[in-house]
């Protein structure tokens, strides 16, 4: 890859840090003309940053419920100024705040600073502020983060018990912040004792990779909640029971049976969610288990009613029908 191409994002990685799949971001590219991904050596689409943002800011709109085949066409001002409108803000305001809470984060250990060096850009996009100034585990004992942390990232060849105890210590003082540490070899029994909600300590089976840790930060720590959002991280149902009903009957009428197998298993994990949150009040001793199992149906949920909406949409079905 030359010097140029490192500065740019393939579509794997556009796709995880914008929220828009594989797939549309080609439709988008290919019926819209949205943006125009430079082709590596191997023609692979690589996106600028500039993309990164006109890509979130369209996908903001879209949400919204303007219409795609609109907003694809408007330039850079207009899309800020139709969000300033959408977020209450008059237009010529201050820049758009992202969606992502900033995570400052620090990084101890050669090979995941090493790594997480070469990748802070797109870190820094997904809302990563890395600080470098701990070589090891060590170095954070003797000069631990203070508690305006929020994230820990240490890397080991392999990881011991008694490692896990010395990062509980660490940890002690500053309980609202996370640890991911990334491992080559461990005994299943320690990952056993320290992969549970709650215990602030996340393991990954190396080598480092940027994707799994993104996708282990999403778990442990929370999106910034928006104004007047009482769950954070937890988005409300967006097909009534009716409507779910009415998509999984649809095979009869088209021969793709996807949407009635979707449709089924949004309703599913609904009805999951709702048994988890009663259990999360009928059992307070196992309440914090119960608030994840809660929260990770309907984060599964809002991913499949998102795949059904897509779905629906591309076969030209009403939604409110």
């Known amino acids: 890859m030359s010097a140029t191409e490192t500065d740019l994002f393939d579509i794997r990685a556009v796709s995880r840090l914008t929220g828009v799949s594989s797939a549309n971001l080609r439709a988008w590219e290919r019926r819209y003309g949205l943006v125009k991904p430079h ?7 690589l996106y600028s940053s500039s993309d990164l943002l006109r890509l979130e800011r369209v996908k903001k709109l879209a949400d919204s419920g303007e219409a795609l085949s609109v907003i694809a066409a408007l330039g850079e001002d207009e899309l800020v100024r139709r969000i300033e409108l959408l977020d209450g803000r008059p237009s010529g305001g201050q820049p758009v705040p992202s969606r992502r809470k900033r995570i400052r984060t620090a990084v101890a250990g050669a ?10 850009q797109q870190l820094k996009l997904e809302g990563y502020d890395l600080d470098f100034h701990w070589g090891s585990l060590g170095e954070l004992e003797a000069k631990p ?11 080991f060849p392999t990881l011991f018990p008694y490692t896990i105890e010395r990062l509980k210590a660490l940890m002690a003082p500053i309980p609202g912040t996370k640890c991911v540490v990334f491992y080559r070899f461990a005994a299943s029994r320690t990952i056993a004792n320290v992969s549970v ?15 799994k840790l993104v996708m282990a930060n999403r778990e442990i720590i929370p999106a910034a909640p928006q104004a007047g959002q009482e769950n954070p991280g937890i988005r409300e149902p967006r097909f009534t029971a009716r409507q779910l009903a009415r998509f999984s009957r649809l095979s009869t009428s088209i021969e793709c049976e996807c949407p009635k197998h979707l449709a089924e298993l949004a309703a599913s994990l609904q009805a999951f969610a709702e048994y988890s949150r009663s259990c999360e009040s009928r059992n307070p001793d196992d309440k914090e288990m119960h608030v994840y199992l809660h929260r990770v149906s309907c984060q599964a949920r809002g991913l499949i009613e998102d795949a059904l909406e897509t779905l629906i949409r591309s076969e030209g079905i009403d939604l409110e029908e």
């Open 111 to 120: 090979e995941v600073g090493e790594i997480l060096a070469r990748q802070s």
């Open 197 to 211: 909600p709650g215990s602030g300590i996340i393991p990954i089976k190396g080598p480092v990779d940027f994707h």
């Open 39 to 45: 082709r590596a050596s191997s023609n692979r689409r």
């Open 145 to 155: 983060p203070g508690p305006d942390y929020d994230l820990l990232i240490l890397s």
